[in-house]
T-cell receptor
């Protein structure tokens, strides 16, 4: 089944404790992206990647890191999480030049 | 820069119509529409490319006015299943081929 898989789905952590949210897609998509969703602000892009080893900042990259060592994986790293990073995070992927983006099921992160 | 969606929320009775607008300050290459049901990932509805074309998906259609950099989503004879949050995602001409920038969302509630 074609899908984008995020893990974990839910995470509660403490300020400053490094964490990684994984994202994996099995559709051989070139493009992958991370968004955060906050009430009233919609989906804001954090980072995106157009292919392996090619990443770029989105609208709200501060406090986040990403890597794209393999085509299927695009982990989101929070080196020192802070409470303002409490949010719902979505990973998405798509083919280059194709319109439809497929989203993962989301990761609800709470930083206390 | 995020596109602006209006209204932020709308409540309908089954069978009523609604229009959701999406406006950008940038020259656009395409506009994408997604629907997100509560607790789920956004799902692709349709894409509109430069050229002012209209598209349809069941009783949901959309238009794109490239001169005004605006798109509208039309929901006709709404059904309970239309409830959810609708997002427009825009692809700028200057940045075509990259992943989308989403608006803040419009929450639609359809009541019996």
């Amino acid at each position: 089944e074609a899908q984008v898989t995020q893990n974990p789905r839910y995470l509660i952590t403490v300020t400053g404790k490094k964490l990684t949210v994984t994202c994996s897609q099995n559709m051989n998509h070139e493009y992958m992206s991370w968004y955060r969703q906050d009430p009233g602000l919609g989906l804001r892009q954090i980072y995106y990647s157009m292919n392996v080893e090619v990443t770029d900042k989105g609208d709200v990259p501060e406090g986040y890191k990403v890597s794209r060592k393999e085509k299927r994986n695009f982990p989101l790293i929070l080196e020192s999480p802070s409470p303002n990073q409490t949010s719902l995070y979505f990973c998405a992927s798509s083919f280059r030049g194709r319109p439809e983006a497929f989203f993962g099921q989301g990761t609800r992160l709470t930083v206390v | 820069q995020q596109p602006v969606q209006s209204p932020q929320a709308v409540i309908l009775r089954e069978g009523e119509d609604a229009v959701i607008n999406c406006s950008s300050s940038k020259a656009l290459y395409s506009v994408h529409w997604y629907r997100q049901k509560h607790g789920e990932a956004p799902v692709f509805l349709m894409i509109l490319l430069k050229g002012g074309e209209q598209k349809g998906h069941e009783k949901i259609s959309a238009s794109f006015n490239e001169k005004k950099q605006q798109s509208s989503l039309y929901l006709t004879a709404s059904q309970l299943s239309y409830s959810g949050t609708y997002f427009c995602g825009t692809e700028e001409e200057s940045n075509a081929g990259n992943m989308l920038t989403f608006g803040g969302g419009t929450r639609l509630m359809v009541k019996p």
